[in-house]
Every structure is written in structure tokens, then in C-alpha cells.
């Protein structure tokens, strides 16, 4: 039997406001160019209504996903109860096709509003938001790639929910090594491929919430040449444009830790040599430049996941420090009268809460502002090529970083939040041990932290001769400039510059492993940099909100974004400068080490 719906997301609109309007003026772009339909009062109304409908609609099925999941018969795959209507609901209020093109039906608004309503969306129901997620991921791929033919056949039916969609990379044997994939095409003479292979650890791979599904797969035309160089990306339906069905079948699905509401299949290709494809525009043999298009947004995706996933998470165990009493305050712990008091009295309660606070959101401000530059770099268009240049580059260096970080702190911060609840946490009775399997995957899918690692200091870092990094480095630099004597943020705005010329020294420290031959060592030290690249990124975001902050007053709200600042900077910043230290050392223990030195090989 279902559990009984029950919605336990929680949200702090306020905290989403400050970050859009006052501390990265969303406004300034609203109300004029692209984007002249949208002002502040519009974008203020769809937070709220959006927040309502994730506490109506999407938040009381996240229990029922999760206890009762997805259910795989006679070779289909049904959704919980109630994710059907709720996926109606969504695409009759319009949120999924906000930021979607108005002639394929969306309204034309800014990406970065549609970051803050997917992020409302996931923290409400994390499984339920992967199935539009990827429809408007696959939407987006035709819309950049397609003809004119395919863009008008599918678009309209992905960006209005008529349609799911998929991204088909992963194959049994390969695992991330997508290069090695099996998966074959065809040539056929009406022009159309034969699709033939198998892939697995699909999301939203096959459901009910619709009759269709377009799957964008990977595959390797006949006579193509080994690697990625050989892939072409190929549009393949679930239902073929003249309804009959298209040789698609799902083999199973996966069982999981967490997410099981969101189905995760074993799709097969051609079983009976009756499944068609048709290549996504008309050039083979670039699969992997446009399926990057689709997995960056994936990545931009799931950082959103966790911090809406970490941001609930946090909220609801600040609920619970409020409500809990337990013990007396530590100023009269001998005393066996004292009245037990709510565990958000007890100091070392109060340090996870802030640090979880700290660092949803400085998480936050960094996603909204990646998402903000691609705003930017829409509007400028092609009127300025060196603005334009400026902020794409911050979007690709900042793609991975976001999508690592977020997804390892997400898994951290329900990890502190169930510590909060202390044994209550570990219970089902409570949210946050749902929340904390959920969020275990986000380091993994959509190219594991380490790719994202390596994606950075192996191409990002290096792109356009370094640009884009020495921007985000000259960006800190000026601003602690500005604000070393500060009055409020002063001491900690120095150590914001320390922490960044670690991290300069640290980028030579890698550039010097490449051009000396030392690749071996990169990998070892890769999810460091990420890592301190990240925390760096964090404390200057938390700090100009701590600036901004300091001008606004005595209220809790503002006293909350300084304190926040400070106990980044002074309890995790730190270590940035340590990891910067360890990586110097050069240290390569784990490469050194024999394969038998790590224990016995109980195969042999």
C-alpha cells in the first residue's frame, strides 16, 4: 500500500530572492531585449507559485516514489502513483517551458529563472524532476543540431510534455569509457540508420507519463573509425512519426539506493532488426560534440539537484533543532533542574546548521550566477564578441565544478543534516535519510566527480590559453582589493586572497606536472583543485553577499548572511590552503604502491 502523500519539502524563497535580485541583479537583464516579457513582479510570481505547486503537487509524492517506486511489467515500465497528473499539472502551468523558445510553445525567459524552478522542482521531488529534466535536455539538442525537419516534427511534443526524452551513452562493457561503445548504425537507403545495440543506467529510459519517448543514442555507423571521432548521435523513438512502435525495448530496471521514483533502464536497440534511427542533422561522426551539449546541461542539472536536495534537507533539519527539546543548556549542564531547552540552543548544533547553511548558500550563488552568464551571453548575442567570449568561458570553466562540488556537498550536508535529528535522522519517519540515498548518485552519473575533475584541469583550465581561469582569479583579486578593509568583512576578505594566489600556485603546480611528462600525477590531484577551486569560488560569493548584507541592517536575515560568510572563510577556506600544501608534496603513494600491497587477491 502508498504511504499517505505527505509534503516535506521546505523552501526559503527569501534566500532565492537575495541571491537573483540583490546580489546578482537577475533585474538588470529583465524588461528589455530577449527578455522584455519578464520583469521583477512576474519573476517574484512565478517563484511563489512554483513553491506552491511543489508543496501541492510534487512534494507529496516523494514519500509514495520512494516507498513505492517504479514498477517494471511485461516489459514496461509504470511510474508511482500519482506521477502521472503531476507530470499533467506541470506542463498545463507552464513551469518546464519558461526558459524554452516561443515558437516550439515556451515563453522565452531566462535560463537562469528556469534553474531556480527545476531547483524548486528536484528539492520538492528529486526523482519526479529527472523525467522532464531530460526531456527538455534532448529538446535542446535538436533545437541546437537539428534540421529544420526534425526541430518541427519533435519539439513542440518535448518542450509541451507530450514527449519524454533520454541521453544513451552508457553500455554494459564500457561503463564511462564511452569511446568503446558497440552500439551500431546502419545506413539504410531511404537515409535512415539502422540502430542495433544496448545501453544501460538510462534515466527516465521508459515510463507511462507519456505515449513517446525520443532517445538521442550514441552509435557507430558501419565503417566509422574506432574512439569517440567514430560516434554519431542518432534520434530514435520510442514511436516512430507514423505510430507504429520502433523496436525499442526495455530489458529491465535498475533497484536502487535512492531516486525510486525515477526508473533507470536496460534499453535494447534492435532486438529484431526493426529499430530506426535518423541521424540528429546531417553530419556523421560528431556524436560526441553534440551529446557534450546535452551533458553539460545534465551537469548544470544535477548540481541543481544537490543543492535543492541539500537545501531541504538543511531546512528540515533546522526545523526539527527548533521543535526538539533535549537537555539543558550547556552554561547549566550540572544542574538538574535546568529546563531541557530546543537542540538549536546547543553550540555544537548550531555549528552544523551554519555550516550546512554556509554552504547551500554559497552553492546557490555560484550555480545562479554560472546560470546568469549564460543570460548575459545570450543578450549580448553577437554585438560584442570579447563579452560574449568572457562569459561562455566562465560557463564551460565553471560547468564542471558546479556539477562536482554540488553533488559531493549535497551527499555531505544530508549526512550532517540526519546527525542533526541525531537517531530520529536514521529513521524513515523523517525525511533526511531519504534525501541522503538520494543524493549518493549525484556524484555519479552524468560523468563521475573525478571526469568532472579531469574535464577541468585537463581542458577548461587551459582553454583559450588560460583566459577564463586567470578572469576568475583577476574577478577574486579585485574584489578583495576592494574590500580588505572592509569593516565588516575585512580580516576574512584577506584570507579570501590567500586562499586564491593557493590556488594560482596550485594551477602552475599542474601545468608544470603536463609539460614535464608527469601525467600520472594529475589524476591524483585533480578532485583537490576542483575542489579548491570551488571552496574559493564559494567564499567570495559568500562574503559579497556578507557585503552587501552589512548595509541592510540589524535583521536576522542580513546578520544570518554575514555570520554565514565568516564561518566559511574561517572554518572550510582553510582548507583550501592545506590541500594547496599537500599537493606540492608531489606525493605519489598510490601509484607507487604494488597491486598486492593493497591487500590480498582473493582470485588469484
Not at 63 to 81: I, M, N, S, W, Y
Not at 182 to 206: E, H, Q
Not at 473 to 495: K, M, R, W, Y
Request: some cysteine; proline content about 4%.
Amino acid at each position: 500500500m502508498a504511504p499517505t502523500p505527505t509534503n516535506r519539502f521546505r523552501s526559503d524563497l527569501r534566500s532565492l530572492r537575495f541571491a537573483l535580485f540583490d546580489q546578482l541583479h537577475l533585474d538588470d537583464l529583465l524588461g528589455k531585449g530577449p527578455f522584455q516579457a519578464f520583469s521583477r513582479d512576474e519573476v517574484e510570481m512565478v517563484l511563489g507559485e512554483v513553491d506552491r505547486f511543489c508543496k501541492e503537487v510534487t512534494g507529496p509524492l516523494d514519500l509514495v516514489g520512494d516507498r513505492v517506486g517504479c514498477r517494471f511489467e511485461a516489459g514496461k515500465v509504470f511510474t508511482p502513483p500519482g506521477f502521472k497528473e503531476a507530470w499533467r499539472k506541470l506542463y498545463e502551468a507552464g513551469w518546464y517551458q519558461l526558459a524554452a523558445p516561443e515558437n516550439y510553445g515556451g515563453q522565452g525567459a531566462p535560463f537562469t529563472l528556469h534553474v531556480v524552478v527545476a531547483e524548486q522542482i528536484a528539492g520538492s521531488n528529486c526523482a519526479f524532476g529527472s523525467y522532464p529534466g531530460l526531456a527538455l535536455g534532448a529538446a535542446e539538442v535538436i533545437h541546437a543540431f537539428g534540421t529544420k525537419e526534425q526541430k518541427d516534427r519533435w519539439l513542440g511534443k518535448l518542450f509541451g510534455g507530450e514527449a519524454g526524452g533520454t541521453m544513451c551513452l552508457t553500455e554494459p562493457h564500457a561503463g564511462s569509457d564511452v569511446g568503446s561503445a558497440t552500439t551500431t548504425a546502419r545506413r539504410l537507403p531511404d537515409g535512415t540508420y539502422a540502430i542495433r545495440g544496448t545501453k544501460i543506467f538510462i534515466t527516465a529510459g521508459d515510463h507511462d507519463l507519456t505515449e513517446n519517448i525520443i532517445h538521442l543514442v550514441l552509435a557507430r555507423i558501419e565503417g566509422a573509425p574506432a574512439g569517440t571521432k567514430g560516434l554519431s548521435l542518432f534520434i530514435v523513438p520510442k514511436v516512430r512519426a507514423d505510430g507504429t512502435p520502433n523496436d525499442v525495448a526495455t530489458g529491465s530496471i535498475e533497484h536502487k539506493m535512492g531516486l525510486n521514483g525515477s526508473a533507470t533502464c536496460v534499453l535494447n536497440f534492435g532486438e529484431n532488426d526493426g529499430c530506426v534511427g535518423e541521424l540528429v542533422g546531417t553530419e556523421e561522426h560528431v556524436g560526441m560534440p553534440q551529446m557534450f551539449r546535452l551533458m553539460n546541461g545534465a551537469r548544470i542539472g544535477v548540481a541543481l539537484q544537490g543543492l535543492a536536495v541539500a537545501s531541504t534537507a538543511y531546512l528540515n533539519a533546522l526545523e526539527y533543532a527548533r521543535e526538539r527539546k533535549q537537555g539543558s543548556h550547556v552554561t547549566r549542564w550540572k544542574d538538574p533542574t535546568a529546563p531541557r531547552v530546543p537542540i538549536l540552543n546547543h553550540p555544537d548544533v548550531r555549528r552544523m546548521l551554519l555550516d550546512m547553511k554556509a554552504r547551500v548558500e554559497g552553492i546557490r550563488a555560484l550555480v545562479y550566477k554560472l546560470a546568469l552568464h549564460k543570460d548575459r551571453a545570450h543578450v549580448i548575442g553577437g554585438s560584442d564578441d570579447v563579452k560574449t567570449a568572457y562569459h561562455a568561458g566562465q560557463v564551460e570553466l565553471f560547468t564542471p565544478v558546479i556539477k562536482a562540488y554540488a553533488s559531493d556537498q549535497a551527499f555531505r550536508i544530508c549526512e550532517t543534516a540526519i546527525q542533526v535529528y541525531g537517531g530520529a535522522g536514521y529513521l524513515k519517519d523523517h525525511p533526511v535519510e531519504q534525501y541522503c540515498r538520494d543524493s549518493k548518485v549525484f556524484s555519479i552519473y552524468e560523468g563521475t566527480n573525478h571526469i568532472q575533475a579531469m574535464d577541468l584541469v585537463g581542458r577548461k583550465l587551459g582553454q583559450g590559453g588560460g583566459a577564463a581561469f586567470r578572469t576568475f582569479l583577476g574577478e577574486v583579486s579585485s574584489f578583495v582589493g576592494a574590500n580588505q578593509t572592509h569593516p565588516a568583512i575585512g580580516t576574512d576578505a584577506q584570507a579570501l586572497g590567500k586562499a586564491a594566489d593557493a590556488l594560482g600556485a596550485s594551477a602552475m603546480k599542474l601545468l608544470g606536472w603536463f609539460q614535464s611528462g608527469q601525467m600520472e600525477r594529475v589524476p591524483l590531484a585533480a578532485n583537490r583543485f576542483l575542489e579548491m577551486m570551488a571552496e574559493t569560488a564559494v567564499a567570495w560569493l559568500l562574503l559579497d553577499a556578507a557585503r552587501i548584507a552589512s548595509e541592510r541592517g540589524e535583521d536576522p536575515f542580513y546578520q544570518g548572511k554575514i555570520q554565514a560568510a565568516r564561518y566559511f572563510v574561517r572554518n572550510v577556506l582553510p582548507e583550501t590552503m592545506c590541500k594547496a600544501k599537500i599537493l606540492a608534496t608531489d606525493d605519489a603513494s598510490a601509484l607507487e604502491i604494488p597491486d598486492g600491497g593493497f591487500g590480498p587477491d582473493n582470485g588469484a
